[in-house]
């Protein structure tokens, strides 16, 4: 055990963190989020935070600087999966990215580890710790080997993705396909089984990663991420509009559920002509998403909005009668708890860790089967019909968010954890005081 410093408010000297971004989408998707929101409560607490990142780069608050590590941008939003051309190819990680790209895989985090690694060989002295955030490729053990220590943040095991996506794939080409492309996670379990430390942010995610990743349950702790319940508020001048259904959907993946939203909705259309959704995300042209709306007569009753500020995502839960979370499978569930924190009344799967994070089903959400277009349609009938009814589960919801989640608590555990992986406290110190509502404790 090492001596505390005295400086910080848990009396040791504050840290000096390297966190590690392979891509940060600044409002859709949990990643860019995350990586922002903790960034920003780090520093709060008196920490030194670099953000090393990847495109799309994560916006992060001025006291918090980035380092941009460009990748090939092979899956940019306006080309996706596009061929890079050889005058692109500038060192040995640009041909990592590509090599690994024409061999059919999703080349990311192999590439951003490796530029990470690179970059931080010629800092070693600047950090205490790094941070990786779901990246879990081999640059982290040459970051480890070369002496510096590694905690990396798995929110869900992308294992549980692939499973998913192989199941629901129409023929055995496009389970071949995806079967390559998701070629990468072999690797992140490689890395994962072998780092020191752990921290991932659900009971259901901890059994996922254990049983999926093969990582020591000794070597992992939970820390639930947070919401800013001062920042998604109710906006009471703001009236909720008839009909009115939001959900988040950052890719066009069969994980996210959104085909089976779109069948409950088309089944309600028969019943209600209001009903409209708004998808937080940007359209996949071609997509099986796009496919659906066009097959089931939703094109004038689904609308997409993407790059949109906070303060409209907030808005668009303000308006909404219902926000729905239809997700086959969710490590923990940002949105569902943004929705909640907002006062939004929240129809949900009970997916993977969904029902540990949003609470009681009638009490604070209401939840059906994951896959279930029926059982959805039918709580969603329910839900508009009985407005009163959802608003007082939505602040139910609301009261249950302030209750348990914060930046601020989710910073302060992790710190915990940097100490953990310094060696400057116990894990059952750090363990103290640190649950999962409805889960396990910190250390599981």
Same mark, same amino acid.
């Given at each position: ?227 800013? @319940?001062? $920042? ?5 001048? !703001?009236?909720?509009?008839? /009909?009115?259904?939001?959900? *988040? %959907? ?94 939004? @009344?929240? $129809? ?5 860790? !969904?029902?540990?994070?949003? /609470?009681?089903?009638?009490? *604070? %959400? ?79």
């Amino acid at each position: 055990m090492q001596t505390p410093d005295s400086t910080g408010a848990d009396g040791f000297a504050p840290l000096r963190i390297a966190l590690l971004a392979y891509r940060g989408k600044p409002h859709v998707g949990g990643q860019g989020v995350y990586v922002r929101q903790l960034a920003k409560a780090l520093v709060d607490l008196g920490h030194s935070v670099e953000v090393l990142g990847g495109q799309p780069y994560p916006e992060l608050p001025d006291e918090v600087p980035l380092v941009e590590l460009p990748s090939l941008d092979i899956y940019n939003e306006h080309f996706p999966a596009r061929m890079p051309g050889l005058w692109e190819i500038d060192d040995w990680k640009d041909f990592v990215e590509l090599m690994t790209f024409s061999a059919g895989q999703f080349p990311e985090p192999l590439a951003f580890s490796m530029r990470a690694w690179d970059h931080l060989r010629h800092r070693k002295g600047d950090f205490d710790i790094v941070h990786d955030n779901q990246t879990l490729g081999y640059g982290l053990l040459l970051i480890e080997r070369m002496g510096l220590p590694v905690l990396a943040t798995v929110h869900h095991p992308i294992t549980v993705d692939r499973r998913l996506e192989m199941s629901h794939a129409p023929n055995w080409y496009k389970r071949w396909s995806l079967g390559r492309w998701y070629g990468f996670t072999k690797m992140q379990t490689r890395v994962a089984k072998r780092l020191e430390r752990v921290v991932t942010v659900s009971s259901n995610s901890f059994k996922d990663i254990v049983a999926d990743h093969e990582v020591d349950p000794d070597k992992m702790a939970i820390v639930p991420v947070g919401v800013d @319940p001062d $920042v998604f508020r109710p906006l009471p001048e !703001i009236a909720r509009i008839p /009909g009115r259904l939001v959900t *988040t %959907a950052s890719a066009d993946v069969t994980m996210k559920g959104l085909k089976y939203l779109l069948e409950a909705m088309a089944k309600l259309r028969t019943e209600r002509d209001d009903l409209h959704l708004v998808v937080i995300g940007k359209e996949k042209p071609g997509g099986a998403s796009s496919k659906a709306i066009e097959a089931l007569g939703l094109r004038d009753h689904v609308e997409f909005v993407t790059g949109v500020p906070e303060r409209r995502i907030i808005e668009l839960y303000s308006e909404a009668q219902v926000a729905v979370v239809p997700s086959l499978y969710e490590g923990f569930s940002l949105p569902a708890i943004e929705a909640m924190s907002c006062g939004c @009344p929240l $129809v949900a799967t009970t997916g993977g860790a !969904i029902p540990e994070v949003v /609470g009681a089903d009638g009490e *604070t %959400a209401m939840l059906v089967p994951p896959g279930d277009s029926d059982a959805l349609a039918s709580r969603l009938r329910d839900a508009l019909e009985d407005p009163d009814g959802s608003q007082k589960i939505g602040l139910a919801g609301r009261e249950r968010v302030k209750d348990n989640w914060s930046w601020r608590h989710t910073a302060e555990r992790t710190v915990q954890q940097y100490r953990v992986r310094l060696g400057q406290i116990d894990a059952s110190e750090a363990a103290s005081g640190v649950t999962v509502p409805g889960g396990a404790g910190g250390d599981a």
